[in-house]
């Protein structure tokens, strides 16, 4: 089983609309949880990290199941330049971290 | 403060050659990681320094790749011999201490022909 598995997506979204992305993890001993952005032929980026309380910023919201060992980010009134792949990150031993495939985002005019 | 430097930027091969890349990290930065990212894919672990000590080399495919970190700056990772399938982009990411955010430097995108 796959570390952190991931929406496969694409996702093809109006200028305005909310969308929603979801990602599970195996391991349940992992502590700490982030939302990267991935924009096509650039280097990961942290988005936000996720807390067992849930989080915002700004339009984006990150959520954390600790039960059910799943991470949800959730992105309203979507722009443009939110046009990119979303990948769910949990760490694992040593504190290194184990990245899903990632979720393709496009925002249409 | 200056990001984590990569080089080169793009290498072609032919499969059997022998290829390095090299990542200067963040000052101040105790962690250095090597992940491989094929396309398609999200970035997976190859080694993860602490200092000049290795950390997690559990996913290196050691019959090919190496990798050191003389002095716990510098970074390079070899292969040697290439395969088809280790065309990737080889992406270098360094962090001031756990728990803290990892900065990505631009990566190597490595093409073996």
């Known amino acids: 089983r796959k570390e952190v598995e991931q929406d496969p997506g694409p996702f093809n979204v109006p200028e305005g609309a909310t969308v929603a992305f979801n990602c599970t993890y195996s391991?349940?001993?992992?502590?700490?949880f982030f939302w990267y952005r991935q924009d096509c032929r650039k280097e990961p980026k942290l988005l936000m990290s996720v807390y067992s309380s849930g989080n915002e910023d700004g339009r984006f919201t990150a959520q954390l199941n600790r039960a059910s060992q799943y991470i949800s980010l959730l992105i309203r009134d979507s722009k443009l330049s939110d046009s990119a792949t979303y990948l769910c990150?949990?760490?694992?031993?040593?504190?290194?971290?184990?990245f899903g495939t990632g979720t393709r985002l496009t925002v249409i005019p | 403060e200056a990001g984590v430097a990569q080089s080169p930027r793009y290498k072609i091969i032919e499969k059997r050659q022998s290829v390095a890349f090299w990542c200067n990290p963040i000052s101040g930065h105790a962690t250095l990681y090597w992940y491989q990212q094929i396309l398609g894919q999200g970035p997976k672990l190859l080694i993860q320094?602490?200092?000049?000590?290795?950390?997690?080399d559990s996913q290196l495919p050691k019959d090919r790749f190496s990798a050191e970190r003389l002095k716990g700056v510098d970074s390079t990772l070899k292969i040697q011999p290439a395969k088809l399938e280790d065309s990737a982009v080889y992406l270098c990411a360094t962090q001031r201490g756990p728990y803290n955010e990892q900065f990505f430097g631009p990566g190597t995108r490595l093409t073996v022909l």
């Open positions: 391991n349940s001993a992992s502590q700490s």
């Open positions: 320094f602490q200092n000049n000590g290795v950390v997690d």
């Open positions: 990150v949990v760490n694992g031993r040593a504190n290194n971290l184990f």
